[in-house]
Nanobody, 118 residues
Framework: VQLQASGGGLVQAGGSLRLSCAASGSIFAIYDMGWYRQAPGKQRELVATISNGGSVNYVDSVKDRFAISRDNAKMTVHLQMNSLKPEDTAVYSC?????????????WGQGTQVTVSS
């Protein structure tokens, strides 16, 4: 099982980026999906989550600016980030709670760097 993240980059304040994370492998079911971020010198922060029923949650600092969505058929989660601020600069990592033939576990994608310039 692998998660492949994409979509990070450098953007000016006020701009937008869309992160994507796609799962592949022998997967029976995917439950919760989400994104964490970690800025230099700061603790890892849970940014957004989406359940398999579509319920979403956001950290207060990104509400009304970020939107998480999922495509179950493509086993993909997206994070649309609008009105980006310099304080959004961080490494963003996706995760999925998945059931495989062997177990149910949390799987992680590689981090993708988001840099917002002022």
């Amino acid at each position: 099982v692998q998660l492949q993240a994409s979509g990070g980059g450098l953007v000016q304040a006020g701009g937008s980026l869309r992160l994507s994370c796609a799962a592949s492998g022998s997967i029976f079911a995917i439950y919760d999906m989400g994104w964490y971020r970690q800025a230099p010198g700061k603790q890892r922060e849970l940014v957004a989550t989406i359940s398999n029923g579509g319920s979403v949650n956001y950290v207060d600092s990104v509400k009304d600016r970020f939107a998480i969505s999922r495509d179950n058929a493509k086993m993909t989660v997206h994070l649309q980030m609008n009105s980006l601020k310099p304080e959004d600069t961080a490494v963003y990592s996706c995760y999925m709670v998945m059931r495989t033939a062997w177990s149910q576990n949390v799987y992680w994608g590689q981090g993708t760097q988001v840099t917002v310039s002022s």
